[in-house]
């Protein structure tokens, strides 16, 4: 897991569950230290592997989620791709 990961994770622990974009302008905005932009790519990476594990898993345990798949696992693709433009700054 990334330095970030482990952030996000001791964050949610501490305080409840964080929206991802929201966490991500908190750390835009400089409050958890300063991170590079390959870290927070990989983090949104990361992230996105997991949700995409998340939705095959249940897809898996719900035959009737299973149409929906390509449809939700595509929607994912698009948030993290808009998350990288907005939050992945180049020097």
């Known amino acids: 897991m990334s330095r970030l990961s482990d952030l996000y994770?001791?964050?949610v622990q501490?305080?409840?569950?964080i929206e991802l974009e929201?966490?991500?302008e908190r750390i835009a905005q400089g409050q958890h230290g300063e991170f590079?932009?390959?870290e927070i790519e990989?983090?949104?990476d990361e992230t996105l592997g997991a949700m995409i594990d998340n939705i095959r898993i249940k897809a898996n345990e719900a035959p009737h989620l299973e149409e929906m798949r390509d449809e939700v696992e595509a929607e994912t693709h698009e948030r993290m791709k808009r998350l990288k433009e907005k939050y992945?700054?180049?020097p």
């Open 9 to 11: 994770l001791e964050l």
């Open 14 to 17: 501490d305080e409840g569950p």
């Open 22 to 24: 929201a966490f991500l």
């Open 36 to 38: 590079r932009p390959d």
């Open 42 to 44: 990989a983090f949104i």
């Open 88 to 90: 992945v700054r180049r």
